[in-house]
């Protein structure tokens, strides 16, 4: 609302960000004007600022070119949003005043995701391959603090729900829905065992009803015979006299967040 240049872009305090990200953003942006928003990969550091991991495109996405609605749609259904990093974001302002910004108080802190899709719908946008950004974890940010024993359903399906039911069905391929019902698997696979952590086996079998295995072993997209096997053990854990020592190994395995051990 403050911006008054032709470009907006939405750099996050606690990252890093390499000094040619903006000349190589806002070039692309003049040679595709077309284009209604740019993004760009990152590199994954810890809270240091020690790199551990960079973001590999999605092949679908890849080639720095214009991307047509459809490809992005059924590029979020296969893989969630791994390739829409919100801070690397450069948009025109124009696009803003077209279609509009954060619907903060609907979507919270998934907000930028649907503002993606509505862009989306409108313009091209594009993923350019260069690694321009540092992306910082494991220091407590917010979306660390949001799914932290989270048991309600992840902002990304009321999102993508909301798309589908407004007729973007007919653009989504066969497989990248079933991978989206085999992430949506996960999502409350993962609502169960937040369940038992906290010692609320009846609301962790409601969870497990909804965990469908059909899409998880269909899905290219997922570690199928991981989750699996999750599934199943929790099953029989849910179904049992709650271990205390076992809930603490979950709670320790799966929802405390620690950087990668770095290679000597």
Not at 29 to 52: I, K, T
Not at 70 to 80: D, E, G, I, R, T
């Amino acid at each position: 609302a403050e911006a008054n240049g032709e470009l907006i872009a939405t750099y996050h305090a606690d990252d890093i960000y390499l000094p040619t990200i903006v000349e190589e953003q806002v070039a692309y942006l003049q040679m595709h004007p077309e284009v209604g928003a740019v993004f760009a990969s990152d590199v994954m550091v810890d809270a240091e600022g020690r790199e551990y991991g960079r973001i590999e495109l999605p092949k679908e996405v890849r080639g720095d070119r214009p991307l047509p609605y459809p490809v992005v749609l059924n590029a979020l259904l296969s893989y969630k949003n791994n390739f829409l990093v919100c801070p690397t974001a450069m948009v025109r302002a124009s696009v803003h005043r077209d279609v509009g910004v954060y619907r903060q108080d609907k979507y919270r802190n998934t907000s930028d995701l649907e503002m993606w899709l509505r862009i989306a719908r409108r313009y091209p946008i594009a993923v350019l391959e260069s690694h321009l950004m540092k992306y910082r974890h494991f220091h407590g940010n917010s979306s660390q603090r949001y799914h932290r024993l989270r048991t309600d359903v992840e902002n990304y399906f009321l999102i993508m729900d909301e798309y589908l039911e407004r007729g973007d069905r007919e653009l989504a391929t066969p497989a990248a829905l079933v991978s989206y019902e085999a992430h949506r698997s996960k999502d409350r696979l993962w609502a169960a065992m937040s369940h038992y952590i906290k010692d609320e086996l009846p609301q962790g079998r409601l969870e497990m009803r909804d965990v469908r295995l059909g899409p998880i072993a269909r899905s290219k997209y997922v570690q199928r015979l991981r989750l699996i096997a999750i599934a199943t053990g929790l099953w029989v854990a849910l179904h049992l006299p709650r271990s205390e020592w076992l809930a603490e190994r979950m709670r320790q395995r799966w929802h405390v967040k620690r950087p990668p051990r770095r290679r000597s």
